[in-house]
């Protein structure tokens, strides 16, 4: 290269060792500090790149000699590391801001407060089948910047979240999508929500009149947010009760019509995928397969033999008529909210953990509707308890997963659903949401 930056990789994680070998498969001097401990694999990775790098502590005066500085997401913008970055003037982006600047592929990115894993994998699951040399990288994958650095690939499905949003620059996706917008990670952003949707909405700000723009028509606070934004960039609406001009909506035959230049150009009769939240999730990959000329008869094929993703609404087993469900991925309350509108059985509900600033009585009426029991699994279930109890028959504590799927378990008759949807982080208990959901799975075929 005609110019060697001295680079700084912040965080030792998927994400931060990923711009690491992409910068220095670009020939820049690159140096990765991480304050926690780096996993065995990503220690591999890194020492058979030949590149330097750090653990259990920052580096502070050579990370600040640096020209560029890459951060992994979940260094918050408080990290007093950070403050000095930003006070010294050094060039601060995310992996994402940093794999895109030498992307040569067209990129679908996919944010949101739910569905955007579902939305992802679905996408990827269409411009596979289709034949297509795909990445699917963000959030879900690899690091974005780790395929980048693999070349190869026309298409990159990427999964971003507001973190990695916070520090792009000029990130400009072919297709971006939103697919809704409700409180979550709110810590992270002064207990205010506007500046959580205002991160969120950075996915299409760099987005010209030849890119593309799919929103969820029906979810109000995208509604609210959005009309505040000058959008240059093509828009598509999803619905699921009323028609729209451009995008996708069910029809008053239960059928999903997407259409395109205000024209209809496709129907789609089945999808793998059930529950309200899943179709939003199936109708925004439609619309954007069909914006990237995938064949209509491959789309209808995806959408119907799609498996739904580990950890959400996950059928685990049935055991004397009692269905488990694994659904550890609900992180938030909108995402539980989700999950109980879809059933339609009694469920004893499991939930609890890190709470980020829940409103639980958004749920009140489904509770009220579908749950005979909850059972709280945190180390702090005071606020779930100040809402629901009096409103549910039984309210109760368990200490960890084995004691809660007992207790459901108990608790449960024939006909009746067992609901892992815990409305909160995982971190409490468990190492994250995925450890959370085998344990409630390994416990359940332990009964």
Not at 90 to 113: P, Q
Not at 177 to 183: A, L, Q, R
Request: aromatic letters at 8%; charged letters at 25%.
């Amino acid at each position: 290269m005609s110019t060697i930056l001295k680079i700084a990789v912040l965080g030792g994680g998927e994400s931060g060792v990923g711009a690491a070998l992409l910068a220095k498969k670009l020939g820049h001097q690159v140096f990765l500090s991480d304050a926690g401990i780096i996993k065995d694999k990503y220690h591999r990775q890194l020492s058979n790149a030949s590149i330097e790098f750090e653990e259990s502590q920052h580096s502070n005066e050579r990370i600040l000699a640096c020209d560029l500085i890459i951060k992994s997401p979940g260094i918050p913008e408080k990290a007093p590391l950070i403050q000095a970055i930003r006070a010294a003037g050094i060039s601060l982006i995310s992996e994402v801001e940093y794999a895109y600047r030498f992307c040569k592929g067209k990129i679908i990115a996919i944010t949101g407060t739910n569905g955007k894993t579902t939305t992802t994998k679905l996408c990827y699951h269409l411009l596979k089948n289709a034949g297509l040399k795909v990445a699917m990288v963000g959030n879900v994958g690899e690091s974005f910047a780790a395929a980048v650095a693999e070349n190869g690939y026309d298409y990159y499905v990427v999964e971003i979240s507001s973190f990695q949003l916070d520090d792009i620059v000029d990130f400009k996706p072919f297709i971006s999508i939103i697919t809704n917008i409700t409180e979550d990670h709110l810590d992270r952003y002064q207990y205010n929500i506007d500046l959580y949707a205002a991160a969120k909405l950075r996915i299409f700000e760099n987005q010209d009149e030849n890119d593309h723009f799919i929103y969820n028509a029906d979810d109000p606070l995208s509604q609210k947010y959005i009309k505040t934004k000058e959008i240059k960039a093509q828009q598509y609406q999803l619905s699921l009760e009323k028609p729209v001009e451009q995008g996708a909506f069910l029809d008053d035959n239960n059928i999903f019509k997407i259409i395109l230049n205000r024209k209809e150009d496709m129907d789609i009769n089945e999808l793998a995928l059930q529950g309200k939240h899943n179709s939003y999730n199936s109708l925004a990959s439609g619309v954007a397969g069909r914006l990237l000329n995938i064949r209509k008869e491959t789309i209808r094929e995806s959408m119907a033999n799609f498996e739904s993703i580990e950890h959400r609404l996950e059928p685990v087993l049935q055991i004397y008529g009692i269905n488990f469900i694994n659904d550890s991925k609900a992180t938030n309350v909108n995402s539980t909210w989700y999950a109980l509108e879809s059933m339609k059985e009694p469920t004893i509900w499991i939930a609890g953990g890190v709470d980020k600033g829940n409103d639980y009585a958004q749920l009140l009426p489904l509770v009220k509707q579908h749950v005979k029991a909850i059972i709280c699994l945190g180390t702090d279930n005071s606020k779930l308890h100040a809402e629901f109890d009096g409103e549910v028959e039984m309210v109760v504590d368990a200490a960890d997963m084995d004691e809660a799927v007992r207790m459901a378990y108990k608790i449960g008759a024939k006909g009746d659903n067992v609901l892992l949807s815990p409305a909160c982080a995982s971190f409490d208990l468990f190492e994250n949401y995925e450890d959370r959901g085998r344990q409630f799975k390994d416990a359940v075929r332990n009964l």
